[in-house]
């Protein structure tokens, strides 16, 4: 039997504890930070492992690392699993091919091409879009600051940032914003944060007001970007009126759509976006509402030029057969490229555009479920609003902070917390397709009994 053959089978094994496991125990024990080299032997030696031995400490890694998989993760912007997304993305290391050339990827360019073709389509993008899959949502709001750049000056990419360039985002936007200024040479300092509304949306007149003062100053505003499902609240940026305003200053309009930009995929729920179709690019993560593994990431843009003026790069040593369509390299950041299209591709191949859409819509019905429960419970407040899959509340009056790291600590269950305007609470993020409204009552039912269990160290502490 192969190497490779032998190694399935343990694979295979080690999958059966893994999922023994997570219905056992679906939060972790937690190895305290200080502890963990004492606690497992994550050591590297000169001599080999003998297998049993080996096979040992891989059982320790699985059964000790956090699982995202179960129904009492709540933590992050995703959760669960898909199992015909798992299945593509084992192939996809199989595989190992680098999405650069069609000579070395062949038919993954097409699934590749095929997810962004379908993508363009769904959100009204025309015959001349294009896209690709960058690493995550922070690598492509970089990607589309950066042809935003170069659309406004394209002799930025030889001689460097000459004019003062300011952009602009919503207070609630996501950190990457920030950073990428400084990368792209624009500065941190001159990312303008429009204000929200009390539902976290951004005002358009406080946009436009601020692109008036920014011209008169003699800076060039060279990109807005608008979000779909802000990181906290999930809050849906108006991108209609701001497309407008966009347009009347000939202004780069970008839409992350990393959290929520997937209810393009859904009937009842696409109109959050409405008005993308006039954006110049729009990127979501499928491995966010759609629950593929991490990451899987697109990008579209409105015309594939842009990509291409900004990202290619001519080498004769890689680029030696066929047309530019089908060589990625030639609009993607990095040369070498993992294969992030296939585990979305198996997943949407074999559940249909349907099935993608009940993913989305089942979020959303177990958000309801989450809502409703809050809003119906005295000993709760809602901070979060309808047409979101956030839910923000606290219970009885607790530290949220304090709150979320006595259930991760006691193994109840992983949920993080997040502020807006000030206050302070648990967020809830029902991005788990897997769960059933069972899974989010069990939620609540968990946190209550913990505390009326420690109402003493509750008390301690607060
Ligand atoms: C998650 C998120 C990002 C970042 O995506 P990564 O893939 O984690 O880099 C960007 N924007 C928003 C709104 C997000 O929710």
């Not at 998989?69 to 959760?79: D, E, I, R, V, W």
């Not at 042809?147 to 460097?160: N, T």
């Not at 499928?286 to 990451?295: D, E, N, Q, V, Y």
């Not at 070498?336 to 997943?347: C, M």
Request: charged share 20%; hydrophobic share 40%.
């Amino acid at each position: 039997m192969s190497e490779l053959s032998n190694d399935l089978i343990l694979f295979n094994e080690l999958v059966e504890v893994l999922l023994n496991e997570e219905a056992l125990n679906p939060v972790a024990k937690r190895i305290d930070a200080a502890a963990l080299y004492s606690t497992i032997d994550l050591s590297l030696n000169n001599s080999a492992m003998v297998d049993g031995a080996f096979k040992e400490v891989l059982k320790e890694v699985l059964i000790a690392t956090p699982k995202t998989a179960t129904s009492l993760f709540f933590n992050q912007l995703f959760g669960g699993r898909q199992s015909k997304a798992v299945l593509g993305d084992l192939l996809a290391v199989l595989l190992n091919n680098s999405m650069y050339t069609y000579k070395v990827a062949g038919p993954q360019v097409g699934i590749e091409q095929e997810i962004i073709r379908k993508s363009c389509e769904m959100i009204g993008y025309g015959s001349k879009s294009n896209g690709t899959f960058p690493t995550g949502g922070s690598m492509s709001n970089y990607m589309a600051l950066i042809m935003a750049r170069d659309a406004k000056d394209s002799d930025c990419r030889h001689s460097g940032v000459t004019k003062p360039l300011v952009m602009y985002t919503s207070k609630e936007s996501h950190y990457s914003n920030a950073k990428n200024a400084s990368f792209a040479g624009i500065g941190r300092k001159n990312v303008r944060y429009i204000d929200t509304d009390s539902r976290g949306k951004m005002i358009p007149s406080q946009l436009e007001t601020q692109i008036k003062i920014d011209i008169q100053d003699g800076f060039t505003p060279i990109f807005v970007n608008a979000t779909a499902g802000t990181t906290v609240l999930g809050a849906f940026d108006p991108i209609d009126e701001i497309a407008t305003i966009a347009e009347k200053y000939n202004i780069w309009l970008h839409v992350d759509g990393a959290y929520c930009g997937s209810v393009m995929f859904s009937k009842t729920k696409k109109h959050l976006l409405k008005g993308v179709e006039r954006s110049d690019s729009f990127s979501y993560n499928a491995h966010k509402m759609i629950g593929t593994p991490l990451t899987c990431s697109v990008i579209l843009v409105n015309d594939k030029k842009q990509l291409h003026d900004s990202f290619s790069n001519e080498a004769d040593y890689l680029y030696q057969t066929d047309g530019d369509d089908f060589n990625l390299g030639k609009t993607s950041f990095q040369c070498g490229r993992r294969n992030d299209a296939l585990k979305f591709w198996t997943l949407w191949k074999s559940v249909g555009t349907n099935g993608l859409e009940r993913i989305v819509n089942t979020q959303f019905e177990l958000a309801d479920v989450a809502r409703n429960y809050v809003a119906n419970h005295p000993d709760y407040t809602l901070y979060s609003f309808e047409d979101s899959i956030s839910v923000c509340f606290n219970y009885k009056g607790i530290n949220p902070k304090t709150l979320c790291t006595l259930l991760y600590e006691h193994q109840i269950t992983v949920v993080g917390f997040g502020a807006f305007n000030e206050e302070e609470f648990i967020r809830l993020v029902t991005i788990n397709a897997t769960n059933s409204s069972k899974d989010i009552l069990n939620f609540f039912k968990v946190l209550e009994q913990f505390v009326e269990e420690n109402a003493s160290v509750l008390e301690a502490v607060c």
